[in-house]
């Protein structure tokens, strides 16, 4: 099938039966003008990314920023969150699959937050059918029959928020001008373009979530297309809600900002902890200091993540914005009732602590979880929407705090080829075109992936990158535990003779053996699917 494009514009891939309602001329007109106007500022502001990232690598530490001190002391709060975003205190989260898009909704959740990142392989079909799924999702049509089950939503349903992809991933697919789009205006305009006013109408609203920013400069970019989008599309300024994950260690020394740049459109930020672990260890990777210990022992109670998920607390309420909670990776386990209630345990704590702390909601990544994570926060919350009243001026948190990475040890033998395993399952899973799987009862996505490939090339390269019984982690001995974890992921994964395992066994030695650093396991991936 072909479909008419704008002037100047070329979409390189399969128009599948369908697509043609989302790729409608209109919609493609919007991404062409939201590129042509931003477009090169995206690209800047990757640049001054990797110019930052050759400072970190030389030796600087970050720290406040002088330059915007006056927004730090000054007293300013964002604008007043809508109705439709007051009570969030369970969201899920999952990618933008039709059948779980209905479940989510369904799940009793206040919230739920479906997405085109970190759970999702961003491939043509996955991004246009979940365009399709948004649509259906808004407008109470969505539905589905599966395996001898219907699925339909309930008449109340969680107040849906979107993740588009960041600002580093590129929608190869549709050119302008001859260059490939931002992926995350890509998805954003063409979710604009069909549902916003649909939303408006139903008493919501187009509500956002903001992944793996950097600087408060890219924020602004987002807050400019936010007011550009408002005025093509006839929409007040303002309408728009954002909530930014505060995902990348220098966005945690810019919060303030953020919140800031965002105030007509900001919905407060969320403590995205595994995308947060991973940018530690990439910011740092070269420091001859740094090097943390087994990916299980780096938990919300290490030092450096404490001192994050207070400071953003204590802001956000500061501000009059919601503080979202992250996600505990622990899913329900079947079939084993005393390792399920270990997991179910650890979720209640995690929940248990954020509310305790302050927090106004988290996320989960289950609907088996939603009503023990409600149950935590109500023991707080009561019959209040949310407690952005509770202000936290006891919480004082230094640069050297949020830089205190710790703990270093133990590193073991099973922590390394947990990491190889997970590695591979992942990346194989994600090139099938699944980007969220369950491995070893815990659920992974490219952020929870991401630290298990970047530890393996840091350990490999610090001098701190020695196992508990004395043995220095190395190419060699990582390049002999590949093919024997492979082994075990064919025996693991449900389509485990998928030759995308074995190339995600030469992705991940590429990857963790090689002298250069890739920014993000999803460039390189993508150029293969
Ligand atoms: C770091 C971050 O970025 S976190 C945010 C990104 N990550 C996520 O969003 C995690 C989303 N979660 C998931 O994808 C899944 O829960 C997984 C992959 C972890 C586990 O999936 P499964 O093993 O298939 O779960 P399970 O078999 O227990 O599912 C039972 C039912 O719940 C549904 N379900 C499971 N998780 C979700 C979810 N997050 N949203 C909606 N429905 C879900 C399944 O579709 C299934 O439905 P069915 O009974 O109608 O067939
Ligand atoms: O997106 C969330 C994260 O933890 O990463
Ligand atoms: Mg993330």
């Known amino acids: 099938m072909t479909i008419a494009t704008p002037a100047g514009m070329e979409i390189t891939a399969a128009i599948q039966p369908g697509f043609e309602q989302i790729l409608v001329p209109e919609a493609l007109e919007l991404v062409a003008r939201l590129t042509r106007a931003f477009e090169p500022r995206r690209q800047q502001l990757l640049a001054a990314r990797a110019e930052r990232a050759r400072r970190l690598d030389a030796g600087e530490r970050p720290d406040f920023l002088p330059d915007t001190a006056h927004i730090r002391d000054g007293d300013w709060k964002i604008a007043p969150i809508p109705k439709a975003l007051e009570c969030r205190r369970v969201e899920i989260t999952g990618p933008v699959e039709r059948k779980m898009v209905i479940n989510a909704l369904n799940s009793g ?54 993740r588009p992809r960041g600002w580093h991933l590129d929608e190869k697919h549709v050119l302008v001008d001859g260059k490939r789009v931002s992926g995350g205006i890509f998805d954003f305009a063409l979710f604009m373009f069909h549902n916003a006013k649909e939303q408006l109408a139903r008493g919501a609203g187009p509500y956002f979530y903001l992944p793996k920013m950097e600087s408060h400069l890219e924020a602004r970019l987002w807050n400019d297309i936010f007011v550009m989008t408002q005025n093509e599309l006839g929409l007040p300024q303002g309408t728009i809600k954002a909530t930014v994950l505060i995902e990348t260690i ?37 420091d001859k200091d740094f090097c943390l210990a087994d990916r299980a022992k780096v938990t919300m109670t290490a030092p450096f993540m404490r001192a994050y998920a207070l400071l953003l607390l204590k802001t956000c309420h500061k501000r009059g914005a919601p503080a979202i909670g992250g996600m505990a990776a622990l899913i329900p ?197």
């Open 109 to 162: 959740a206040d919230s739920y937050m479906t997405d085109f990142e970190d759970s999702n392989t961003p491939n043509w079909d996955n991004q246009i059918t979940g365009q399709l799924n948004m649509r259906d999702a808004v407008r109470h049509t969505i539905a589905l029959e599966q395996n001898g089950k219907s699925y339909k939503l309930n008449d109340k349903v969680a107040t849906l928020v979107v």
């Open 250 to 286: 220098l966005a945690a020394f810019e919060m303030d900002e953020i919140l800031y740049e965002l105030r007509e459109h900001s919905a407060g930020l969320n403590a995205g902890r595994w995308d947060y672990i991973f940018s530690c260890i990439k910011k740092f990777k070269l």
């Open 333 to 529: 386990i079947k079939n084993d009732p005393e390792k399920n209630d270990i997991a179910m345990g650890g979720v209640r704590n995690d929940k248990a602590r954020d509310a305790l702390d302050g927090y106004d909601g988290g996320w989960v990544a289950h609907p088996g979880l939603v009503k023990l994570a409600m149950t935590e926060f109500t023991r707080v919350l009561g019959d209040k929407p949310n407690q952005i009243d509770k202000q936290r001026p006891d919480i004082d948190v230094s640069a050297a705090e949020l830089l205190d990475f710790k703990p270093e040890a133990p590193i073991t033998e099973a922590g390394l080829r947990y990491n190889i395993n997970v590695g591979i399952h992942y990346l194989g899973a994600w090139l099938a075109g699944n980007g969220c799987v369950p491995i070893h009862n815990l659920m992974e996505d490219a952020a929870t992936a991401e630290i298990s490939r970047s530890q393996v090339w840091q350990w490999i390269r610090s001098t701190k990158g020695v196992l508990e019984d004395g043995r220095k982690v190395t190419a060699e001995m990582v390049r002999e535990m590949i093919p024997q974890e492979l082994e075990k992921v064919k025996g693991d994964a449900p389509n485990g003779d998928n030759p995308s395992y074995v190339r995600a066994a030469e992705i991940f030695e590429q990857m963790s053996t090689s002298e250069s650093f890739a920014e993000f396991l999803t460039l390189p991936l993508y150029e293969e699917i």
